[in-house]
């Protein structure tokens, strides 16, 4: 499996366009502000809506207006926020891959993406029922609470991922190696 990450990764590396967006001297700062901003969007909207979920934020509104009001402006952010970290992983592809935080990261957002599918399916068949109460049930609110936790996690490791600490081209444990899918003899690009 990692050969087949790597191939891929390098297979995208060689394209023209992944090295210019690398090497840009504005490009690479643009889509990278830009996905760090539309994170803060997406985030910020999606953490309200938990909140209020869990009671923080907003008891007194319906929590069916709250999240109505801020879902447009989340799906916007969390639109814009998916293209810019494509372009951000196909800039850099190889060490992307090959980075422990990236993967952690990618396994975070699928973690994230399946609580999200089981939140709303929840929210839609029960909302009626306790939509003016100042909490949600004891499971959205589990769901809730989770949310932000795997966001707060995807956060840190895409931070880290700018750090080298874990990079390939170092000799690293070999339980690092095999979870930053390194293979040997291949170069970091």
């Not at 009001?69 to 810019?84: E, I």
Request: proline letters at 3%; one cysteine or more.
């Amino acid at each position: 499996m990692n050969q087949l990450i790597y191939n891929f990764a390098a297979w995208l590396d060689s394209h023209r366009w992944s090295t210019l967006l690398h090497e840009s001297f504005y490009m690479y700062n643009w889509v990278e502000t830009t996905h760090v901003l539309t994170l803060m969007l997406s985030l910020g909207m999606l953490f309200l809506v938990d909140l209020r979920l869990l009671g923080y934020a907003f008891p007194d509104v319906p929590a069916s207006a709250v999240a109505g009001r801020l879902k447009l402006p989340m799906l916007v952010g969390f639109t814009l926020m998916v293209v810019t970290g494509l372009l951000l992983f196909y800039a850099i592809p190889v060490r992307s891959a090959q980075s422990v935080w990236f993967r952690i990261k990618f396994l975070l957002l699928i973690a994230a993406a399946i609580n999200a599918f089981l939140f709303h399916r929840r929210m839609r068949e029960s909302v009626a029922a306790w939509d003016t109460d100042q909490r949600a049930p004891r499971r959205l609110r589990a769901a809730a609470a989770l949310s932000i936790i795997f966001w707060v996690l995807i956060v840190i490791c895409g931070r880290l991922i700018a750090y080298n600490w874990f990079d390939c081209e170092y000799d690293q444990p070999a339980f690092v190696s095999a979870v930053a899918g390194c293979i040997a003899g291949q170069e970091l690009y």
